[in-house]
C-alpha cells in the first residue's frame, strides 16, 4: 500500500511540475500539497517523498527552476511531517484537506 501511494505521489507531483511552470501557481501548489499529506497520510516515508522531490524536475525544466521546485517541494514535505499522522479515515481527510487549504492560501497571500 505504502509503495502505491508513494508511486502515486511521485507521478502527481511529476504532473503538477508541468502547471505550475503554466502560471496555475497556487492551485497546482494545493496540489502538491494534498498529495504529499496523503501520502504522509497513508503512512509513507519522509525519506521517500524527500526522494520522490529531488527526482521531479521535467527535462525542459532550467537548472534554476528545478532547484526552486525542489525546495519548494522539500518544504511542502517536512511541513506535512510536522503535522501528526491520524488514525481514523475522517481524521486523515481532515488533515488533507486543511494542509492543501493552508498551502493555497500561503500562496495566494505573498501573490496578491
Do not use: W
Request: charged content about 20%.
Amino acid at each position: 500500500m505504502k509503495n502505491r501511494v508513494l508511486l502515486g505521489t511521485a507521478i502527481l507531483m511529476a504532473a503538477f511540475a508541468f502547471q505550475v511552470r503554466a502560471g496555475d501557481s497556487c492551485d497546482s501548489l494545493a496540489k502538491i500539497a494534498k498529495s504529499i499529506m496523503g501520502a504522509r497520510q497513508a503512512g509513507g516515508s519522509m525519506a521517500d517523498m524527500i526522494r520522490i522531490a529531488e527526482s521531479t524536475c521535467s527535462k525542459d525544466m532550467t537548472v534554476d527552476v528545478c532547484q526552486a521546485f525542489t525546495k519548494l517541494q522539500k518544504g511542502i514535505v517536512v511541513a506535512a511531517f510536522e503535522v501528526p499522522r491520524y488514525e481514523t479515515p475522517e481524521n486523515q481527510q481532515n488533515a488533507v484537506t486543511d494542509f492543501s487549504n493552508q498551502e493555497y492560501l500561503s500562496c495566494y497571500k505573498s501573490s496578491h
